[in-house]
């Protein structure tokens, strides 16, 4: 799955209200951080691309100021880990290629777990902080993300 003409740098970068996503298997406690979502303040539009067999599907995305984002890793027995995105109230999953050890039933959640245990290390979250920590937190995976965002363009 692609996603083509959406401003993510921007869209992530200049959101506003932005707050960290906790997994929502409860064993977890919360310790963890799985992603970010926010509300837009830049209008965007953009493609999403699903390869389908023979052919591609294509929808069309559009965001508006005041419209709620949300990117997030998830780990499921079907899709194995993924990261999940919604964009207004367009909600897709982006798999990683066949062949990735992401993919891989025998070990993706392995990888998944390490993957969202280095992004909760990287933002410095711990359980119990404060709100203005938390905002401080968010704004970090924000950056995070663009950094990601950036090196991939």
């Known amino acids: 799955m692609f996603l083509t003409g959406l401003p993510s740098q921007s869209l992530v970068g200049r959101s506003r209200d932005r707050t960290l996503i ?12 799985t992603g970010l979502r926010g509300w837009s303040t830049v209008e965007a539009q953009g493609v999403v691309a699903i390869p389908d067999r023979n ?9 508006k ?8 890793c998830d780990y499921d027995p079907e899709k194995h880990s993924h990261v999940n995105v919604r964009v207004g109230d367009e909600k897709f999953a982006f798999l990683y290629p066949e062949g990735n050890i992401m993919r ?14 280095e992004q909760t290390r990287t933002v410095r979250y ?8 938390l905002a401080a937190c968010a704004n970090e995976l924000a950056e995070y993300y663009c950094s990601i965002l950036r090196n991939r363009s």
Do not use: C, H
């Open 22 to 33: 906790p997994p929502p298997n409860l064993s977890f406690d919360k310790e963890q951080v």
């Open 55 to 63: 052919k591609s599907k294509q929808i069309f995305v559009k965001i």
């Open 65 to 72: 100021p005041g419209d709620y984002w949300e990117v997030r």
């Open 104 to 117: 891989d039933p025998a070990t993706a959640p392995n990888p998944y777990f390490d993957y969202i245990t």
């Open 126 to 133: 711990q359980k119990g902080m404060s709100e203005v920590e």
